[in-house]
């Protein structure tokens, strides 16, 4: 089992309509949590981060995230044909300062 | 790229030789990474430096050591490059002051190709 497991897609969505990505994680002992966004060909970039539970929102983008359930999720509002990338999560469990990232989910907005 | 710079930023090389990737951040961050990312294995942890002279290994550690002489300098090299080495190595940054401690900041990238 990977320790951080995303579906890689291709997820397309209409513009203007909400793009859900989906990320869960197998150690229950995870701290924190992050979202990066990486266009083909460039480095990732960091969208958001979230250690609690519940919502945390940032303009169009909200993380959730489910400890329970060891689930972390990102929805963009109101998406744009810019949005499309691939969207990598990213846990840290905290040993060395380190974060363990999944594989990422391409995201393809349609006009 | 917060202040982080990565050279070359393209390199074509030959099987056997060896290869230094070089990572220069400006942001006086503790932490140093680098990662490479091929299609299928999303980004791999090769190794890490948690200070000057400090560094430990990653998940993907074989055919490569690092060394950190100065906070702001963190070297990659490849002692021998061999062809399942081609890839896309990316340097990170942590543990800057004002944020949290394990959030990462990339570099532009280095394409490898080891023909």
């Known amino acids: 089992q990977k320790e951080v497991e995303q579906n890689s897609g291709p997820l397309s969505v209409p513009e203007g309509a909400i793009a859900s990505l989906n990320c869960t994680y197998s150690?229950?002992?995870?701290?924190?949590f992050f979202w990066y966004r990486q266009y083909s060909g460039k480095s990732p970039e960091l969208i958001m981060f979230?250690?609690?539970?519940g919502d945390k929102e940032d303009g169009r983008f909200t993380a959730q995230l489910n400890k329970a359930s060891q689930y972390v999720s990102l929805l963009i509002r109101d998406s744009q044909p810019s949005d499309s990338a691939t969207y990598l999560c990213?846990?840290?469990?905290?040993?060395?300062?380190?974060?363990?990232f999944g594989t990422g989910t391409q995201l393809k907005v349609e006009l | 790229d917060a202040g982080i710079t990565q050279s070359p930023r393209h390199k074509v090389t030959e099987t056997g030789t060896p290869v230094t990737l070089r990572c220069h951040q400006t942001?006086?961050?503790?932490?140093m990474y680098w990662y490479r990312q091929d299609p299928g294995h999303g980004l791999r942890l090769i190794h890490y430096?948690?200070?000057?002279?400090?560094?430990d290994k990653g998940e993907v550690s074989d055919g490569y050591s690092v060394s950190r002489s100065k906070t702001e300098d963190f070297l990659l090299t490849l002692e021998s490059a061999t062809s399942s080495q081609t890839s896309v190595y990316f340097c990170?940054?942590?543990?800057?002051?004002?944020?949290?401690?394990?959030?990462?900041?990339f570099g532009p990238g280095t394409r490898l190709l080891v023909l």
């Open positions: 979230i250690y609690s539970n």
């Open positions: 150690d229950r002992g995870s701290q924190s």
């Open positions: 942001e006086n961050h503790r932490y």
């Open positions: 430096s948690y200070g000057v002279k400090d560094t």
């Open positions: 990170a940054i942590s543990g800057g002051q004002g944020i949290i401690l394990e959030t990462q900041y």
């Open positions: 990213a846990v840290f469990t905290g040993g060395g300062n380190k974060l363990t």
